[in-house]
């Protein structure tokens, strides 16, 4: 190597030692002594909730027989189901196991009609269980890429939540599918349905109304079944009164009274809403429940006490009002 080239060679190394020291300090972050990035969103002060906003007390929790409970829904006679595992179990308020079904794949949300049937989403489909466990349908999937999120209905009309394909499908109580609600070209706003996740939740209003979460755009959602919107509400943000992160609320339910009964991930907390969307108080927050946890799946009773499903401590919380 000639002298020449190796002072070539020396320079060409020092410019590029002298390019690398200033970008380290033109890019470096200036967050002073601690290093702590302001623009990092520390959500800890929103896990602590003023105890004036709280009208929930623990009534008691009850351990659920299965390894991965995905979902949970209340008979009319007051009977818990818990899906979960290739299984559902029915157990009475003590946690007894009174019945289990054994379903062909996991059932990762359920429905129980008034007649006592049981409807079950697998995958891309809904299967239905007479009150001995006898498999009675098992309904042709809309879309053979589709996912049930949720289940819900009322006399005539059931109600199913896919969310790979963001729409709320319509069908008679026995399978035959009449349409659906959401996504389509010709809609925009509220009725636009945005998941970024597999969190997506539909309770019926009536035979013709239903309420359904809209994650993407922290909204909840009521429209009939003609695929109109009535209305909806909701706040971008991790106050107390409004839902943040990717996809919130992740469930809903709604109490006898007409209000909403909301559940979160990120900010793990339930809610009490009314049925204008007007915040009205906490059932509980996330001291509660396990850190980070997620799936809350979400029941009300004829008293209005609040069955949340906590997935990770496969664990049922019974909130009861204060007021009661």
């Known amino acids: 190597m000639n002298k020449k080239f190796s002072r070539y060679l020396f320079l060409a190394t020092f410019v590029l030692i002298l390019i690398y020291i200033a970008s380290e300090q033109l890019f470096k972050p200036r967050f002073g002594a601690s290093d702590e990035n302001p623009y990092n969103l520390n959500l800890d ?64 949300c359920l429905y129980i009609h008034s007649d006592n049937r049981i409807y079950a989403g697998i995958k891309n489909h809904v299967e239905v269980y007479d009150s001995t466990g006898k498999q009675l349908l098992k309904w042709e999937p809309v879309n053979k890429d589709g996912f049930i999120s949720s289940i819900s209905g009322k ?10 394909q963001a729409l709320v499908y319509l069908f008679t109580n026995n399978g035959t599918f009449k349409g659906f609600i959401g996504s389509s070209d010709s809609l925009k706003g509220a009725m636009q349905i945005i998941l970024p996740s597999y ?3 539909v309770v019926a209003v009536s035979d013709s109304v239903v309420t359904f979460t809209n994650q993407g755009k922290h909204f909840i959602v009521n429209a009939r079944i003609n695929n109109t919107l009535l209305n909806y509400w909701g706040v971008t943000s991790p106050e ?14 709604i109490a006898p009274d ?22 009205k108080d906490v059932v509980a927050g996330s001291g509660s429940f396990v850190p980070d946890s997620k799936g809350l799946d979400l029941a ?11 997935p990770y401590s496969r664990t049922i919380h019974v909130f009861q009002p204060l007021n009661n």
């Open 45 to 108: 002060s929103f896990n602590t909730i003023d105890s004036n906003l709280i009208a929930y007390k623990l009534l008691k929790k009850i351990k659920v027989p299965l390894q991965k409970p995905k979902g949970i829904a209340i008979s009319a006679s007051g009977y818990l189901y818990v899906s979960g595992d290739s299984a559902i179990v029915k157990l009475d308020f003590s946690g007894n196991i009174q019945q289990k079904i054994i379903t062909s794949d996991i059932p990762y």
């Open 300 to 310: 009300v009773d004829k008293q209005g006490n609040v069955y949340v499903l906590e």
């Open 155 to 164: 006399n005539n009309t059931i109600f199913v939540a896919d969310a790979v």
């Open 240 to 253: 107390i009164y409004g839902f943040s992160g990717c996809c919130n609320p992740s469930h809903i339910a």
């Open 199 to 201: 969190f997506f939740d």
């Open 258 to 279: 007409g209000s909403v009964i909301t559940s979160e991930k990120g900010i793990v907390r339930v809610k009490r809403y009314k049925s204008d969307g007007t915040f």
